[in-house]
């Protein structure tokens, strides 16, 4: 922030016009050593864990280990002029960021610092990153729907506003492309009564040239304006990356804290993990399983207890957090996933094999599992996809026999056809998040067979078209769908009524 | 190894100040690793024990009767530091008591950072 000359003179003036002077206590101590980005200081008796402590160049960085006769401060800033015997003093202060509304929009580091090239931004508020989550008192249970676009995900998986889903996965199945769908999907159109569900992306160890693709991305499809990205790239230290989630979080508690409901996305976990045993390790706490220190449990069910839905009588704000997690060889008992599956309310399951397969989103829907439920899905919604877990159920398990096509009785036939079909209308293209009225009205179509008789290649083509002829021929169905609560008669008729239509202009 | 040399530089004071002879004879003993620690402990001891008192000129003699008599009994240095304009700092062990005009300018200059 600039101020003019004029003003800093005015208030210099009243300053020492009000001259009182108040001598101050510091406790200081003397840097010993330094290395790996942890300094070690003698003294500093009165330091508290986590506080802010200032080196004589102007450098940062927080306590992390308080031993009997040193303090290991970890450095936040990477370039600094340290050097053996300089003078370091606790500063009262806690790990915080300034948090404001002119950050939506914009690209931070965890310490607050844009990294868009746009100008510095003023904090209405500094949020401190380790807090204490909301107590039992103080929530309510999770019964609003946080709409992804993402049909698997809406009608089988679906996520509630203050709930935790896990995305779990192994690399490059799309599991940072269903945050992005989630995040694009919040967008309100103007003039719309929907509250605009404001979003933070965290990007936690990536390449720049990653960050920089979302950020576009999100730029293109006209997310970023209720979007805030904090993002600590790999080349930025492990400090730096650990604390990147904490930041996020504090943001998204400013906001919450206003009565907003807020979607953050830690992308990822796993190298939150790396860089908080990296820490640990150079600070030689005890090393446990697979190298990570004792707490490392503790470091993501803090985080992701901060994730909470408001009662009405503190707020009525929310935050979602779908904390990302890749797996190596889809092992999904290793270490770290077996312990943010534990913590979370569900996770949705990425599986390769489907994804080079060509279904995407390569969701597992058989193992992907949302503890919130129908609690989180509108009546309509939960209506009509409640055939359709079953229906891919069955055929997942009558799949085997397919190659015998020829063999099957027709009942059997009938249900292989149905799964294909299903597993053809869940497919969808990445960053094109669908309405909720139309993921009903094709969800309702190929569950009652009207389906069954197109061929699996033109599927995809129907449901397209069937949207589009729905959008312009029909929009009263549409409205009707988005405002009903529950799936009448009346709209059974008239989504019958017009597939049987359309089917007759289908070419085929 | 290092509650062995804590205990060494506990046993290296007589009458709660470090004692020259003992420290050279604790010394003799030890290898290299562990006379760099012990040196190194002594430092920080013997910076607890001094007390620093910087002002700006030369300090009065009725400031230096105060602080002898607040600070009885430990080694206390008053060093000329013309950069705080005006006041004192004292250091001892690991605080520093700051009522100069350095301090207090540097403090307004914070609040505008």
């Known amino acids: 922030m600039t101020k003019s000359t004029d003003e800093i003179l005015i208030q210099l003036q009243k300053k020492l016009n009000a001259f009182g002077f108040e001598p101050g206590l510091t406790n200081v101590g003397t840097v010993e050593q330094m290395g790996d980005g942890v300094v070690t200081v003698s003294g500093l008796s009165k330091v508290a864990m986590g506080e802010m402590v200032e080196f004589e160049d102007g450098s940062t960085g927080f306590a992390f280990n308080l031993d009997e006769d040193y303090v290991s401060v970890i450095l936040l800033s990477t370039k600094t002029a340290i050097t053996s015997g300089s003078q370091a003093r606790k500063t009262g202060n806690f790990l915080s960021i300034g948090a404001a509304e002119a950050f939506l929009g914009r690209v931070v580091s965890p310490l607050g610092e844009p990294l868009d090239g746009k100008p510095g931004i003023k904090a209405a508020k500094m949020m401190p990153l380790e807090r204490i989550a909301p107590g039992v008192v103080l929530r309510k249970s999770v019964n609003t729907p946080l709409f992804t676009g993402i049909k698997s995900i809406d009608s089988m998986i679906p996520i509630g506003r203050g709930q935790r889903e896990l995305i779990i996965g192994d690399r490059s199945t799309g599991k940072t492309s269903i945050a992005l769908d989630a995040i694009i999907n919040q967008k309100v159109a103007r003039g719309s009564r929907r509250k605009q569900v404001l979003c933070i992306y965290v990007a936690i160890g990536q390449k720049q040239g990653n960050v920089a693709q979302i950020v576009d991305k999100l730029g293109e499809k006209g997310a970023l304006s209720y979007t805030i990205i904090v993002a600590a790239g790999a080349s930025d230290g492990a400090a730096l990356q650990y604390i990147a989630p904490f930041a996020g979080c504090a943001i998204a508690e400013y906001f919450l804290q206003k009565g907003q409901d807020v979607l953050i996305v830690y992308d990822d976990l796993t190298k939150h993990s790396f860089a908080y045993r990296q ?5 030689k706490r005890p090393a446990g399983r697979e190298a990570y220190p004792g707490d490392i449990f503790y470091l993501h069910s803090r985080l992701l207890e901060r994730a909470v839905c408001l009662n009405e009588k503190n707020g009525g704000g929310s935050i ?6 890749e797996t190596q060889a889809a092992d999904v008992s290793a270490y770290i996933p077996t312990n943010i599956i534990s913590i979370t309310d569900g996770q949705i399951y990425l599986e390769s094999d489907l994804f080079n397969a060509g279904i995407r ?3 597992n829907a058989g193992i992907s599992v949302s503890r919130v439920g129908g609690a989180a899905q509108t009546p309509i919604m939960r209506k009509i996809a409640g055939p359709l877990r079953l229906d891919l159920a069955q055929y997942r398990e009558l799949a085997a026999f397919a ?7 027709k009942a059997t036939q009938t249900r292989l056809d149905r799964g294909a079909r299903i597993t053809e209308v869940l497919k969808q293209t990445n960053y094109a998040p669908m309405r909720q009225a139309h993921q009903v009205a094709i969800i309702w179509a190929v569950t009652n067979g009207f389906l069954d008789d197109i061929a699996i290649d033109d599927v ?13 021929v029909e929009k009263k169905l549409i409205d009707k769908i988005d405002k009903e609560e529950k799936l009448t008669d009346e709209i059974a008729k008239d989504l019958e009524k017009e597939v049987i239509k359309f089917k007759k202009r289908f070419k085929i | 190894m290092q509650k062995k040399i804590k205990n060494l530089v506990l046993l290296s004071q007589t ?6 002879s003992k420290i050279l004879t604790i010394a003799k003993t030890l290898g290299r690793k562990e006379l760099a620690l012990y040196y190194r402990m002594l430092y920080q001891k013997r910076h607890e024990e001094k007390v620093v008192v910087k002002t700006a000129i030369a300090a009065p003699g009725s400031l230096i009767l105060r602080v002898r008599k607040i600070f009885a009994g430990q080694d206390i240095i ?3 530091e013309p950069s705080l304009i005006a006041g004192l700092c004292v250091q001892f062990a690991d605080f520093i008591f700051d009522a100069s005009f350095q301090g207090y300018f540097s403090s307004i200059r914070k609040s505008y950072d």
């Open chain 1, 279 to 283: 820490l640990s390790l150079v600070l």
């Open chain 1, 361 to 363: 989103p390569a969701i």
């Open chain 1, 403 to 409: 190659q015998f096509g020829s063999d099957l009785d």
């Open chain 2, 78 to 80: 008053f060093p000329k």
């Open chain 1, 320 to 325: 979602t957090a779908l904390p990302i997690v």
């Open chain 2, 15 to 20: 009458k709660g100040k470090l004692d020259g």
């Open chain 1, 460 to 472: 995809s083509r129907f449901e397209i078209e069937f949207i589009e002829y729905l959008e312009n």
